[in-house]
């Protein structure tokens, strides 16, 4: 049966439609970055060390304690906020100007909430991600719709995007470290359900693993040919070696390789020049064309700077390409103007006469989103004066002098790396 799915771009634009054929819907060798046995035991997931870079600009904890307090107050329970509570045991996240709730935002909320040790909405977040976006049957069973309209429940996609099962799975497991699994929901077991369910999918329906498993990949969508193609913003190693620390599902040789593989990946995606990747690319590294947009550095790829960073604090296994990856993105940002950089570009650095739109506002703009993950780089030691992590602490969650305001994608990406500049985003181990 030829079934369309609604995909709603993921780096935040409006509905666009692709046709996939979910229930009949009909190389390069995957390299691994070499490990230094110097480096491979000092990350902070081994230490328990995360550096607190705010404290190391010069500001004291009361006031990184103050303004991250202030952002949570503000995404989750001020007047621009993006959490709504649904009755006495549900709460969800939503795209505001997109108008639906996402597995992305779902799961980052979730994070956020484990990180910070606030079950309570964790627990809600994940009650409704299970009700009302989780497949109980069928090809897609374990897996999420990844959007759907709150207003109406009705989902605007039934497929998956495996970003969110991706983040779904980490934060249920360092729930599972934090709170136990005997306090009304065995996260443990929820994980598990969807791992469990990720590895029984071989193609029936045109269904597969969130992984591709010949290129040890996560794929862009795990449903036909999506499959076999990437997003480099998904390739979040730090995440694949807490699968293989806490998921005990016999798969843990394979995680660990596919973070190494997500490593080399990184090295073919990000221009040896500027830093920049394109958002969407093959299993090369190469760029991948899609209907919406041509290939560029957009919104999605915002988010690759902060997976680095966080993958060397958490496991320091690629620390000499990270160093120079850091030092290579952040440069060219400042040849652009710290202050002023704009928020899409060409790898190679100029401007693209395409301009993917952000919700209905079609507009470059110095954005807070890369602001904040730009600043995040700065972990990896190649900002010297610190001059990003000032410039994100200078930076305001409050709407442009056009009105634009975006508290969903530019508020979560904020929020996340003043918990990475703090020391505060933390692989969570049991106990």
Same mark, same amino acid.
């Given at each position: 049966?030829?079934?369309?799915?609604?995909?709603?771009?993921?780096?935040?634009?409006?509905?666009?439609?692709?046709?996939?054929?979910?229930?009949?819907?009909?190389?390069?060798?995957?390299?691994?970055?070499? $490990?230094?046995?110097?480096?491979?035991?000092?990350?902070?997931?081994?230490?328990?060390?995360?550096?607190?870079?705010?404290? $190391?600009?010069?500001?004291?904890?009361?006031?990184?304690?103050?303004?991250?307090?202030?952002?949570?107050?503000?995404?989750?329970?001020?007047?621009?906020?993006?959490? &709504?509570?649904?009755?006495?045991?549900?709460?969800?996240?939503?795209?505001?100007?997109?108008?639906?709730?996402?597995?992305?935002?779902?799961?980052?909320?979730?994070?956020?909430?484990?990180?910070?040790?606030?079950?309570?909405?964790?627990?809600?977040?994940?009650?409704?991600? $299970?009700?009302?976006?989780?497949?109980?049957?069928?090809?897609?069973?374990?897996?999420?719709?990844?959007?759907?309209?709150?207003?109406?429940?009705?989902?605007?996609?039934?497929?998956?995007?495996?970003?969110?099962?991706?983040?779904?799975?980490?934060?249920?497991?360092?729930?599972?470290?934090?709170?136990?699994?005997?306090?009304?929901?065995?996260?443990?077991?929820?994980?598990?359900?969807?791992?469990?369910?990720?590895?029984?999918?071989?193609?029936?329906?045109?269904?597969?693993?969130?992984?591709?498993?010949?290129?040890?990949?996560?794929?862009?969508?795990?449903?036909?040919?999506?499959?076999?193609?990437?997003?480099?913003?998904?390739?979040?190693?730090?995440?694949?070696?807490?699968?293989?620390?806490?998921?005990?599902?016999?798969?843990?040789?394979?995680?660990?390789?596919?973070?190494?593989?997500?490593?080399? &990946?990184?090295?073919?995606?990000?221009?040896?020049?500027?830093?920049?990747?394109?958002?969407?690319?093959?299993?090369?590294?190469?760029?991948?064309?899609?209907?919406?947009?041509?290939?560029?550095?957009?919104?999605?790829?915002?988010?690759?700077?902060?997976?680095?960073?966080?993958?060397?604090?958490?496991?320091?296994?690629?620390?000499?390409?990270?160093?120079?990856?850091?030092?290579?993105?952040?440069?060219?940002?400042?040849?652009?103007?710290?202050?002023?950089?704009?928020?899409?570009?060409?790898?190679?650095?100029?401007?693209?006469? &395409?301009?993917?739109?952000?919700?209905?506002?079609?507009?470059?703009?110095?954005?807070?989103?890369?602001?904040?993950?730009?600043?995040?780089?700065?972990?990896?030691?190649?900002?010297?004066?610190?001059?990003?992590?000032?410039?994100?602490?200078?930076? $305001?969650?409050?709407?442009?002098?056009?009105?634009?305001?975006?508290?969903?994608?530019?508020?979560?990406?904020?929020?996340?790396?003043?918990?990475?500049?703090?020391?505060?985003?933390?692989?969570?181990?049991?106990?």
């Amino acid at each position: 049966m030829n079934t369309f799915f609604t995909f709603v771009y993921r780096g935040r634009v409006g509905l666009l439609l692709l046709g996939l054929l979910y229930a009949g819907l009909g190389c390069v060798d995957a390299q691994r970055a070499p $490990k230094s046995a110097a480096t491979s035991q000092k990350g902070a997931f081994y230490t328990g060390k995360y550096p607190n870079l705010l404290r $190391k600009a010069g500001y004291s904890q009361t006031a990184i304690d103050q303004k991250i307090s202030q952002t949570y107050q503000a995404l989750f329970e001020g007047p621009n906020r993006i959490y &709504f509570e649904v009755g006495d045991s549900m709460a969800y996240v939503s795209d505001l100007k997109n108008h639906d709730a996402r597995t992305e935002g779902l799961s980052y909320g979730m994070m956020v909430a484990v990180q910070l040790n606030k079950k309570a909405v964790f627990d809600r977040i994940w009650r409704w991600s $299970k009700k009302y976006l989780q497949h109980q049957e069928g090809p897609l069973a374990g897996y999420f719709a990844w959007s759907v309209n709150p207003a109406t429940l009705k989902r605007n996609s039934e497929g998956p995007a495996s970003d969110g099962e991706l983040h779904f799975v980490t934060s249920l497991l360092f729930a599972s470290n934090r709170w136990g699994n005997n306090t009304g929901i065995n996260y443990y077991q929820e994980a598990r359900r969807i791992l469990d369910a990720m590895w029984k999918k071989d193609g029936t329906g045109d269904v597969f693993n969130l992984i591709n498993t010949q290129h040890k990949q996560i794929s862009f969508v795990p449903v036909g040919d999506m499959y076999n193609w990437t997003d480099p913003s998904y390739h979040v190693p730090a995440f694949l070696e807490v699968w293989a620390a806490y998921a005990k599902d016999g798969h843990e040789p394979f995680y660990k390789a596919c973070a190494d593989t997500s490593r080399a &990946f990184l090295h073919r995606a990000c221009s040896a020049a500027t830093g920049l990747n394109y958002d969407y690319t093959e299993f090369s590294g190469k760029p991948h064309a899609t209907k919406w947009a041509p290939p560029a550095f957009r919104y999605d790829s915002w988010r690759v700077p902060m997976n680095i960073a966080m993958d060397y604090v958490w496991f320091g296994q690629d620390k000499a390409w990270q160093q120079q990856y850091a030092r290579r993105l952040q440069g060219f940002l400042r040849g652009k103007g710290l202050n002023t950089f704009e928020d899409q570009f060409n790898v190679d650095g100029s401007r693209p006469d &395409f301009i993917l739109p952000a919700g209905n506002v079609k507009k470059l703009r110095h954005s807070l989103g890369l602001v904040a993950t730009s600043a995040s780089a700065s972990l990896m030691g190649q900002d010297p004066k610190l001059d990003f992590v000032h410039a994100l602490w200078d930076a $305001k969650l409050a709407p442009y002098e056009d009105a634009y305001f975006d508290p969903y994608y530019d508020g979560l990406l904020y929020l996340f790396s003043l918990l990475h500049l703090s020391g505060k985003y933390q692989a969570i181990k049991p106990g």
